[in-house]
């Protein structure tokens, strides 16, 4: 990752895009989270849903994915350039997270990220937060997903 | 077991959900197909990272809690589904053989007045271990059908 002092707010990145399968859906909801609308096509439909859509934790998780593909091929484009790479702390969390509308079964979602905010830290010197939006939108443009996630980074050395 | 609909809710209750073990094969490959980074992956790898060993997603940890919800009370309800999390913080890690239990607190609770048979009910779910410490605490609102809409 950039350093915190090579970042700034507004920072975007496109991180990918994925197509949920009603395969997929219904592997992910059988283990997490079996509601009819998201393990059955013919209940799907006569549920306030309308048809089979994908639990919005297999949503977040498939934006997780992104965000990791996207980050090591950063990095390692970095690398290849022979920048320097920043650590990444591990994340205390999340914030603001929204299911705007259903992933039905052959949507494709693109994500993408944005910096939002950034602050140094007193309790860990050499380090900064970063805080950034995450969203997803469908094929038709419309906003499905969002959460503002936060991250320790790594600043240079003074 | 009767279904519980938005006026059961009683706010202050509190549930008890679970347990449930999480192994260390769960752990991989929810990793592997979702958040393939190297301390949810590999115990090697995961003792040179910041959380010292494997540990499982907090996005897993997240599917976890959510399943445990789902078996003890939205199965059961009228649920229908949530507009999202307000705030979730991932507090410990969760390690293989870890076997955690969800407490269920009702905050608060009210009408919609956009959708007249439906009601908006607020809850926090604190994920605990064995040990009974708090690996994660989530605050969110989910929609019930009411009984008498």
């Known amino acids: 990752m950039r350093f915190f002092d090579d970042i700034e707010v507004g920072w975007r990145r496109e991180l990918g895009k994925h ?20 393990i059955d096509e013919a209940e799907a439909k006569k549920s306030h849903f309308g048809a089979l859509c994908a639990s919005g934790w297999h949503t977040a998780a498939v934006c997780m994915r992104t965000i990791v593909d996207s980050t090591k091929q950063f990095t390692a484009d970095m690398t290849a350039r022979g920048e320097k790479v920043a650590k990444t702390g591990p994340s ?47 094929q038709n443009g419309a906003p499905v997903y969002q959460f503002d996630g936060v991250v320790f980074v790594e600043r240079r050395s003074a | ?19 449930r073990t999480v ?10 197909e979702f958040d393939p980074q190297p301390m949810h992956l590999d115990e090697n790898a995961a003792k040179q990272t910041i959380l010292g060993g494997l540990a499982a997603s907090g996005w897993h940890t997240c599917s976890i809690m959510m399943r445990l919800l789902c078996d003890g009370l939205i199965l059961n309800s009228t649920s229908q589904g949530s507009p999202g999390i307000d705030e979730a913080k991932w507090k410990r890690p969760v390690r293989p053989g870890d076997t955690l239990t969800v407490r269920h607190t009702i905050l608060e609770k009210r ?17 605990l271990n ?6 994660m605490e989530m605050r969110f609102t989910a929609m019930f059908g009411k009984r008498n809409p």
């Open chain 1, 19 to 38: 197509t949920f399968t009603a395969e997929e859906i219904k592997r992910f909801a059988s283990r997490y989270d079996p509601q009819l609308f998201h």
């Open chain 2, 1 to 19: 077991m009767s279904i519980v609909h938005y006026e059961d809710f009683v706010v202050g209750e509190v549930r008890e959900m679970g347990p």
């Open chain 2, 130 to 135: 064995q040990r009974g410490e708090s690996v």
């Open chain 2, 23 to 32: 192994t260390r094969e769960e752990i991989v490959a929810f990793a592997a």
């Open chain 2, 111 to 127: 009408e919609s007045k956009s959708r007249p048979g439906v009601g908006l009910v607020r809850q926090e779910c604190n994920v």
């Open chain 1, 92 to 138: 205390p969390g999340f914030t603001n997270l929204k299911w705007l509308k259903p992933v039905y079964a052959g949507d494709t979602i693109s994500f993408v990220s944005e910096v939002i905010e950034m602050r140094p830290t007193e309790s860990r010197p050499g380090w900064g937060v970063v805080r950034t939006r995450f969203s997803g939108r469908n």
